[in-house]
């Protein structure tokens, strides 16, 4: 089993001649052949069961880029799952924590944001639970959420890095 304990980011490149068909509207790299994929696996995954749609984070237009906002470039699917999953998978501690609060709405946190008792910046909240008598009831995307910031990559909680994980690598992986 992989460390689950933080996400690092991995740059790949990747000949386009072997993109798969789902990956489509990528931006523009420098070179006519390959295009450069940001994944959350790391490189012993990625040679281990490849890249999947769930598994790309985003793009680079060169592979000698750093991985700063200014360079790179989010891919909506994996946003989208990130989003998807929060619906679908709410995290116990959260469930634990409305049934304690009179909050009418509960704020899903980037674990990169530096003090969660300060203002939290809009690219740090991922979404928000609406909350009533105590349940969560329904999940809200924040279409201000951010992967990469001046503060780093994404950080997900350890129940959303499970998630995630089960979601794209197969239960037989060993890595």
């Known amino acids: 089993m992989t460390n689950l304990d933080s996400i690092d980011l991995t740059v790949c490149q ?3 001649a072997y993109l798969p068909a789902w990956l489509s509207d990528l931006p523009e790299s420098r070179s006519n052949n390959t295009i450069i994929v940001v994944t959350w696996l790391n490189p012993e ?6 890249l999947s749609k769930d598994s790309i984070c985003g793009f680079l237009a ?4 750093a991985v700063i906002p200014e360079q790179f470039t989010e891919y909506s699917n994996f946003v989208e799952a990130i989003h998807e999953i929060c619906k679908e998978n709410v995290d116990p501690q959260l469930i634990e924590f409305a049934s304690r609060t009179d909050e009418r709405s509960v704020a899903l946190i980037d674990q990169r944001s530096p ?3 300060t203002e939290i910046p809009a690219e740090d909240i991922i979404g928000t639970y609406q ?8 999940y809200v995307p924040n279409p201000s959420y951010r992967l990469v910031t001046s503060r780093g990559c994404f950080q997900l909680t ?6 995630l994980w089960s979601l794209v690598v197969p239960a037989n992986c060993t890595q």
């Open 14 to 16: 990747v000949e386009k």
């Open 45 to 50: 995954v990625v040679s281990q069961i490849g």
């Open 62 to 65: 060169d592979a000698n880029e």
């Open 115 to 117: 003090d969660v008792d």
């Open 131 to 138: 909350t009533e008598n105590g349940l969560v009831q329904k």
């Open 158 to 163: 350890p129940w959303l890095r499970k998630c």
